[in-house]
């Protein structure tokens, strides 16, 4: 099978379940972009008045960079649930749910972040103190970003 073959094979797939997603989504839709290697498909539509246009496609003739901070690989993170904006407190002009140098517990809300209208708790799933925080308050995130790096705890952190 040519590369072009391949990408052509995951173009069509990545236009599938954006077709599917669109479906499901209870409400307009405003953008949507879905990554597969070098492959990116995305939909946008500007005037919510207007029909949505077909889906434009693109293969990235190199792969784009990353442009969130990832934690050191022994370090373990606390990652994003799902797609949407990232935000660091309960409401604006509060105090955020933590900050470096805190210690955090498995379940404890360490932010929120906002899909489609809906506030989802980020809680953490183990142990240890915030050593970073790796994406900036009000900033969009990807399922399963690191949001949050931490140190794991030692026997005297504990």
């Given at each position: 099978?040519?590369?072009?073959?391949?990408?052509?094979?995951?173009?069509d797939?990545?236009?599938?379940?954006?077709?599917k997603?669109?479906?499901?989504?209870?409400?307009p839709?405003?953008?949507?972009?879905l990554?597969s290697?070098?492959?990116?498909?995305?939909?946008?539509?500007?005037?919510p008045?207007?029909?949505?246009?077909?889906?434009r496609?693109?293969?990235?003739?190199?792969?784009?960079?990353?442009?969130?901070?990832?934690?050191?690989?022994?370090?373990?993170?606390?990652r994003?649930?799902?797609?949407?904006?990232?935000?660091?407190?309960?409401?604006?002009?509060?105090?955020?749910?933590?900050?470096?140098?805190?210690?955090?517990?498995?379940?404890?809300?360490?932010?929120?972040?906002?899909?489609?209208?809906?506030?989802?708790?980020?809680?953490?799933?183990?142990?240890g103190?915030?050593?970073?925080?790796?994406?900036?308050?009000?900033?969009?995130?990807?399922?399963?970003?690191?949001?949050?790096?931490?140190?794991?705890?030692?026997?005297?952190?504990?």
């Amino acid at each position: 099978m040519s590369a072009d073959a391949g990408s052509e094979e995951v173009l069509d797939g990545l236009s599938r379940h954006a077709r599917k997603l669109v479906a499901e989504l209870a409400g307009p839709v405003r953008r949507v972009r879905l990554r597969s290697g070098d492959t990116v498909l995305e939909v946008e539509w500007h005037d919510p008045a207007r029909p949505a246009p077909a889906p434009r496609a693109e293969v990235d003739p190199v792969p784009a960079p990353q442009v969130e901070a990832v934690p050191a690989a022994d370090r373990p993170a606390v990652r994003a649930p799902v797609v949407g904006t990232f935000y660091r407190a309960p409401e604006p002009g509060a105090a955020p749910f933590v900050a470096v140098g805190d210690v955090v517990r498995p379940g404890q809300v360490v932010g929120i972040v906002e899909a489609m209208k809906l506030m989802n708790e980020v809680t953490a799933g183990q142990a240890g103190r915030v050593v970073e925080v790796l994406v900036e308050d009000g900033k969009p995130v990807e399922y399963d970003q690191p949001l949050i790096a931490l140190e794991p705890l030692t026997g005297r952190d504990a």
